[in-house]
């Protein structure tokens, strides 16, 4: 490992390309089960659930960072492995509705409509899938479930319930191509396992909790965080000082802000010329 600090500028580049080319955050991604520090009792839970022949829907309930959405998809993507009959065809959908999200807006991507397209001088409809309808047999994954309304959530679960989402404005015109009309008459496949994330429980509604189990996660201790820094820094083939882990394990929030303040002082050994990081790399940071 170079400790040259009066390197050529080209040089340092092509150092900082080399080692930072995928941001240390990539690195630390959670892609397989072995990749998961702790959070034992939640994966153990998870792994249970996925595994039955209908699995519960599940509120993935703990503190910011901890990877949530991480753990869960290595979960199902183990237990698609491992041949779930349920699972089996499935994918894992991600829905992440902002504040600024209209109603209709949310109502439409999750659960889709018929619309009419003008086509020179007469209108075709086409059917537009929502969310609900992609993640048949598979995980639909909802952060921000707060910035959802009652009426939609109501819809969501009589969706669950049902299996299958109808849409509530059927229009059947002579347009309508005959292989869509079945579709909007007895509705479109929606059997799939929901995963809501929570940092506070109070933001998940009561009619939501009462048809999911509550998996919780806890913050990461300092043993884990340490453990995670160092894997993450020989990812990224760094040697980092143990007393400077052991101050980066203490100030860290969670595991992904340990990650962010590793990939700055990573950053500042490059651009000294160094694989190595040192405690004058962690004192440049302005917390």
């Known amino acids: 490992?170079?400790?040259?600090?009066?390197?050529?500028?080209?040089?340092?580049?092509?150092?900082?390309?080399?080692?930072?080319?995928?941001?240390?955050?990539?690195?630390?991604?959670?892609?397989?089960?072995?990749?998961?520090?702790?959070?034992?009792?939640?994966?153990?839970?998870?792994?249970?659930?996925?595994?039955?022949?209908?699995?519960?829907?599940?509120?993935?309930?703990?503190?910011?960072?901890?990877?949530?959405?991480?753990?869960?998809?290595?979960?199902?993507?183990?237990?698609?492995?491992?041949?779930?009959?349920?699972?089996?065809?499935?994918?894992?959908?991600?829905?992440?509705?902002?504040?600024?999200?209209?109603?209709?807006?949310?109502?439409?991507?999750?659960?889709?409509?018929?619309?009419?397209?003008?086509?020179?001088?007469?209108?075709?409809?086409?059917?537009?899938?929502?969310?609900v309808t992609r993640a048949n047999k598979g995980i639909l994954y909802i952060n921000n479930i707060e910035n959802i309304k009652k009426n939609v959530i109501f819809k969501l679960i009589d969706v669950?319930?049902?299996?299958?989402?109808?849409?509530?404005?059927?229009?059947?015109?002579?347009?309508?191509?005959?292989?869509?009309?079945?579709?909007?008459?007895?509705?479109?496949?929606?059997?799939?396992?929901?995963?809501?994330?929570a940092i506070d429980i109070k933001a998940v509604p009561e009619a939501m909790l009462s048809i999911c189990d509550i998996v919780s996660f806890k913050k990461q201790d300092k043993s884990e965080l340490k453990e995670l820094i160092k894997k993450t820094a020989d990812e990224g083939l760094f040697y980092i000082e143990d007393d400077v882990c052991d101050e980066i394990a203490s100030i860290a929030k969670s595991g992904e802000d340990a990650v962010r303040i590793l990939q700055h002082v990573a950053l500042s050994a490059l651009k000294n010329g160094r694989s190595k990081i040192i405690k004058e790399d962690l004192d440049s940071l302005i917390f």
Not at 109 to 117: K, Q, W
């Open 1 to 131: 490992m170079t400790q040259n600090i009066m390197m050529p500028y080209k040089v340092k580049q092509r150092l900082i390309q080399e080692h930072l080319a995928e941001p240390l955050k990539e690195k630390s991604r959670i892609r397989k089960i072995e990749d998961i520090l702790g959070q034992s009792e939640a994966v153990f839970r998870i792994l249970n659930n996925l595994r039955k022949d209908r699995p519960k829907n599940i509120v993935l309930l703990g503190p910011e960072g901890t990877w949530k959405k991480d753990i869960l998809r290595a979960c199902f993507k183990k237990v698609q492995y491992e041949g779930s009959s349920f699972f089996k065809s499935g994918e894992f959908i991600e829905y992440y509705p902002e504040k600024d999200y209209s109603d209709d807006l949310i109502y439409t991507t999750l659960f889709g409509r018929l619309e009419e397209i003008d086509c020179v001088s007469m209108k075709i409809q086409r059917l537009k899938i929502g969310l």
């Open 160 to 197: 669950i319930n049902e299996k299958k989402v109808k849409s509530g404005k059927i229009r059947i015109s002579e347009g309508t191509p005959e292989y869509l009309k079945r579709f909007l008459i007895e509705g479109l496949p929606a059997d799939f396992c929901l995963a809501v994330n």
